[in-house]
């Protein structure tokens, strides 16, 4: 158990393309939540375009900070210590929250605390929730596939991750292949349930070590897939002929999406249960914005149902799954990266 003596922490994440901010009590309770996402600003990109997310962060943290203490009731004088996100991220986005955490911990006299981007999102377990390590963490982001022992809660070893593609980012790109815009993964998601998950059947990656991830491959299979079929179509003629070939599309963009999305789910299903039985544990826990998917989990939750009590799964709540502050507010409290005002921000690191 944590010895953070900081009952309110209010945490601020701008790592990628989120402006949140979020007080976090005990490091379990929600008080309040904001994002504002940037979505409609990148999408018109196709992805996250690094200096409009640090620009739009600017833009933004006034404004999340205030509706977080309106909608908790809440000034400044009640929080006890502020935290933000330090990395990995894009490094203009991050300074934003660093400088507004630890401009309010100056000015207030009060702790600064700095966490890690992937520990807050295994850290979303905890939110409104009783979960204890040890337990096995898939950590499923845009730019990260992990799999974690989770020992205490400081305590981690990082068992397997991928080689190439992160499972969010095949996500994304496999969206942009079919047109779907961005962010990809809820596009897929959404589609797939319309979609026939047999249409297509697509390469899984056998790889020596049964804990590493590889989804470049496969994100390849579709893409050339996708091509093909796509040539098959009925020609895009006037009128009638062309509602028939848009209505061909969209069948065929479902059924390569529900075959994506069965071939990404079975992966990082099978591979998580596996590591969970090597290591003997009973507690499996998911993280990161691909935890938001339906077909995920439910495949985890059906799981842990038929296992009758031998396993126990545990998913992070709606809304802390993608990038959240509540999460950061949870890692400050039971797993701090540092209390040092003068740490800086950083771009990469494991864990
Ligand atoms: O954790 P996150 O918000 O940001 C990072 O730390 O990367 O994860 C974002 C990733 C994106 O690649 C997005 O497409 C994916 O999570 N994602 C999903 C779903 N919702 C978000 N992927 C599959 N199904 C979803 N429902
Ligand atoms: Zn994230």
Same mark, same amino acid.
């Given at each position: ?10 945490? =601020? ?6 402006? +949140? ?6 490091? /379990?309770?929600? @008080? ?26 600017? #833009? ?6 205030? #509706?977080?203490?309106?909608?908790? *009731?809440?000034? =400044? $004088? ?25 401009? @309010? ?6 702790? &600064? ?16 929730? *009783? ?13 990260? %596939?992990?799999? =974690? @022992?989770?020992?205490?809660?400081? $305590?981690?070893?990082?068992?397997? #991750?991928?080689? $190439?593609? +992160? ?22 998601? /959404?589609? !797939? ?6 249409? &297509? %059947?697509?390469?899984?990656? /056998?790889?020596?070590?049964?804990? $590493?991830?590889?989804? !470049? ?36 963009? +479902? ?16 591979? %998580? ?26 495949? &985890? #939750?059906? &799981? ?5 009590? /031998? ?41």
């Amino acid at each position: 158990m944590s010895t953070q003596p900081y009952k309110k922490i209010l945490a =601020i994440e701008s790592s990628c393309d989120d402006t +949140a901010v979020a007080i976090v009590e005990h490091g /379990r309770r929600v @008080l309040g939540s904001v994002i504002y996402s940037q979505d409609s600003a990148h999408s018109q990109y196709g992805g996250i375009v690094p200096e409009a997310a640090a620009r739009l962060h600017i #833009q933004g943290i006034n404004g999340a900070l205030q #509706q977080v203490f309106d909608r908790c *009731d809440m000034t =400044i $004088d009640s929080i006890d210590a502020f935290a933000t996100t330090l990395g990995p991220g894009l490094v203009g986005s991050l300074l934003v929250g660093a400088n507004t955490a630890k401009t @309010l911990s100056f000015i207030t006299d009060k702790p &600064f605390v700095g966490v890690n981007h992937l520990r807050a999102h295994v850290a979303s377990n905890y939110l409104e929730s *009783d979960l204890e390590p040890p337990f096995i963490c898939l950590l499923v982001s845009g730019g990260h %596939t992990q799999l =974690i @022992l989770v020992k205490g809660y400081t $305590d981690m070893v990082l068992l397997g #991750q991928t080689r $190439d593609d +992160a499972v969010g980012e095949a996500y994304d790109k496999v969206a942009r292949l079919m047109g779907l815009g961005y962010p990809g993964g809820p596009a897929v998601d /959404r589609l !797939s349930v319309k979609g026939d998950a047999r249409s &297509f %059947t697509l390469p899984r990656a /056998r790889l020596s070590d049964p804990f $590493d991830f590889s989804f !470049s491959g496969l994100k390849t299979a579709v893409a050339r897939a996708f091509q093909k079929a796509e040539e098959l179509l009925p020609a895009d003629r006037e009128t009638e002929e062309n509602g028939s070939r848009q209505v061909a599309l969209k069948e065929l963009q +479902a059924n390569m999406a529900a075959s994506f999305q069965y071939t990404v789910v079975e992966t990082l299903f099978k591979k %998580t249960v596996q590591c969970a039985e090597f290591y003997q544990i009973s507690t499996i826990a998911v993280a990161g914005g691909v935890s938001a998917n339906q077909a995920l989990r439910k495949r &985890f #939750q059906d &799981f842990g149902i038929q296992s009758e009590g /031998r396993y126990h799964i545990h998913l992070p709540k709606a809304g802390y799954c993608t990038d959240n502050a509540a999460m950061v507010g949870a890692c400050a409290y039971f797993d701090p990266l540092t209390t040092d005002i003068r740490e800086e921000v950083f771009s990469r690191s494991a864990f």
